[in-house]
């Protein structure tokens, strides 16, 4: 598992709202979260509510979808948003999508070849 922090760019699915962010890489999360302020200044609708595992517990939780660029990829991903968190936490399923991987010895991101199977 590792950690990286990295600039991004999310936007809602439309593209008509987006934001450059600092977000935590987080390989041992699964599930990419973004705050509830974040999610209402670009608009992201909320396509239903969820009930997730967290460190304290099960909690029910907000998803919507929305445009997720890291480095010169972008893809329409699943999001949780949390009133809880207050930064982008992206998951191991946008970083494995992108092709990335957190190194934990630079605390940086580094590209790897898409696992297929």
């Given at each position: 598992m590792g950690h990286?922090?990295?600039?991004?760019?999310?936007?809602?699915?439309?593209?008509?709202?987006?934001?450059?962010?600092?977000?935590?890489?987080?390989?041992?999360?699964?599930?990419?979260?973004?705050?509830k302020n974040?999610?209402?200044?670009?608009r992201i609708k909320t396509i239903e509510e969820e009930l997730v595992a967290t460190g304290t517990g099960p909690i029910k939780v907000k998803k919507g979808r929305a445009r997720i660029k890291v480095s010169d990829r972008e893809e329409l991903f699943r999001v949780w948003i949390s009133d809880i968190v207050d930064k982008v936490l992206l998951g191991a399923i946008v970083l494995e999508e992108h092709g990335f991987q957190a190194d934990p010895a630079t605390r940086e991101l580094k590209k790897e070849p898409l696992l297929m199977y």
């Open positions: 990286a922090w990295v600039e991004i760019k999310v936007s809602n699915a439309e593209k008509e709202k987006s934001a450059s962010v600092k977000a935590i890489a987080d390989t041992g999360a699964l599930l990419t979260v973004t705050p974040l999610a209402n200044q670009l």
